[in-house]
């Protein structure tokens, strides 16, 4: 593995169906970070990890959950899938560090393309 | 509020051409900011601005970060069909590391 890794790739899912994408980086990363993209509005962040065992909510967390067991992975469930969350999702990384010594940079993983019916 | 605001929305270009892509900021505490090229897929980090007149260069990209007026521009000269992409800035919004995304600008090179 090289970076950050998204599965699926594509998924199309029935309304009210439970959805977990996964995103894996083997960068040692200590934050990570899952955005949703949509036509006109961008990439706005639904969830955050600084660290194993700690996550936040971004601008736009409703219906969405994740959790952080470990410093490589960082999952991402839909809990009951309705249209409005077909998107295409996004997983990053970043060098983040609260402590300092830090890098704003974040480095996406190839996306998954959710349509939800 | 933190804003993040990109002009153009889209343009398009011919080959050769010269494309001044420009991000206007308001940001509580200013960090950085960030310019990604995202093509079908993934955004790609190209650039990561912290100190005012400083230009950063990649071939034929350039970006420079001005502080006092609040915004940054991003330069790709003797465009190529491969530089058609939509490209993004971004700021960090607080001491968390999340970033603020602009909503992109368009960018088509025609042959």
């Known amino acids: 593995i090289a970076g950050i890794t998204q599965a699926p790739t594509s998924q199309i899912l029935a309304a009210g169906r439970r959805m977990t994408l996964r995103c894996t980086q083997d960068m040692r990363h200590n934050a990570m970070y899952w955005y949703r993209q949509d036509l006109g509005l961008g990439l706005r962040l639904i969830h955050y990890s600084n660290t194993a065992g700690t996550t936040g909510k971004g601008e736009v967390p409703d219906g969405y959950s994740v959790s952080r067991a470990n410093t490589d992975d960082f999952p991402l469930t839909l809990a009951s899938a309705v249209p409005s969350e077909t998107s295409v999702y996004f997983c990053?990384?970043?060098?983040?560090?609260?402590?300092?010594?830090?890098?704003?940079?974040?480095?996406f993983g190839p996306g998954t393309r959710l349509t939800v019916l | 509020e933190d804003k993040v605001v990109q002009s153009p929305l889209s343009l398009v270009v011919h080959e050769g051409d010269t494309v001044t892509l420009n991000c206007s900021y308001e940001?509580?505490?200013?960090?950085?900011l960030l310019w990604y090229k995202q093509e079908k897929k993934a955004p790609t980090f190209l650039f990561m601005l912290?100190?005012?007149?400083i230009e950063k260069k990649s071939g034929r990209l350039s970006s420079i970060l001005d502080k006092k007026e609040l915004f940054s521009i991003l330069n790709i000269t003797a465009t190529q069909t491969g530089d058609s992409a939509v490209y993004l800035c971004a700021i960090p919004t607080d001491s968390w590391g999340k970033l603020q995304f602009g909503a992109g600008t368009q960018v088509v090179v025609t042959p």
């Open positions: 912290t100190s005012s007149g």
């Open positions: 990053a990384s970043s060098d983040f560090r609260l402590a300092g010594g830090f890098s704003d940079t974040q480095y």
């Open positions: 940001v509580t505490n200013f960090r950085s």
